[in-house]
């Protein structure tokens, strides 16, 4: 089912009396998400994530704004009757209840003709149980489950109810690394099995960027950009998303541009073609640097660390934001680095600058 955000607004009164504004944490939200698509919903802590969420299963009220499902509204519908599914932060199984029972819950208050007997219950916990993968645990009590497992039937218990919309809010957030991975390979074996549109809330840009059709990468209450995966990490609207997506993270300098050069220290690094004169911030991917002798941007050699197939330089420069910068290469051209510079030159499609003052990308002709 199609999913539409139309000025969503989330307003808090704020408690601080001193404080007169108050908190807005989700600003004029307007996005349509296509039936069926996994929606990876991203950002730091407090910048609304979790807000969207509840505003979409109907737990909050927006303060502004409409939320279409197809082409119902349902901005005044209760939670029960909007069709989602929800996976919670901390999965909040019943401890009591076993698995099956935990599964089941959300069926047990159907009245009327949505009323399922004893069969139909079981019928389908077992069919969602099987695409989690845990049938064979159903007589057991959570605590008798590793966290992973416990996920799993966190998931099972949305879906049981064939749902028009799953909500997963930071459904990874207690596992381990590897359980993290397997886990998140499996919600999108799920979800692509179920073809149920989903929103899946992170922190963690790696996860969504891996497992999501589009994401939607929010600062402060404010979609910042929405877009495929590949294409906001190769054209990120600013400064923010660009140092939000990759790791290793990207690389910013102090720079400035000049007669369609662009400038950092007192190196021309690259012609911009069609950017006025003006400070800016040059934003270099780590797979951006090439070595090169005769490279205009010569930097500081702190280490170099080969990984296989890819080696990390890592170096300094006094224009960089950061104390080091970490370039990526491929491991043939580590072998001529040695010495106390390394001299790069930069691709320009790996190159961003962004305005000082507003901080927005500027496009220069490649
Ligand atoms: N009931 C509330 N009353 C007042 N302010 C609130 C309330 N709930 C959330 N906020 C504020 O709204 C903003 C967004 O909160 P939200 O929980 O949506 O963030 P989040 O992106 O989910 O963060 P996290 O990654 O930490 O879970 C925060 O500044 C938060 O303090
Ligand atoms: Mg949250």
Redesign the pocket.
Known sequence: MKVVLEHLTKR?PNRDKKKKTE?I?VNDFNFEIPDGKLIGLL?P????????LNLISGLEKPTEGKIWFGEDDVTGLPPENRGVGLVFQNYALYPHLTVYENIIFPLQNLKGPDKLTKEQMRERAEKVAKMVQIETLMERKPSEMSGGQQQRVAIARALVKTPNVLLLD?PLSNLDARLRLQTREEIKRIQQETGVTTIF?T?DQEEAMSISDMIVVMKE?MVQQIGKPQEVYDLPVNLFVAKFLGTPPINVFEASVKKETLYIGGEAVLQVPGIKDQEVYAAVRPEGFVPDENGALSCHLIAVETMGRDTSVVCSHEKCEAPQIRAIISSENAVRISGGTVRFSLKPHKTFIFSKETEERLDFLK
């Open positions: 808090y908190i944490a950002g802590s407090g910048c609304g994530k979790s807000t969207t930071e809330v922190h209450g």
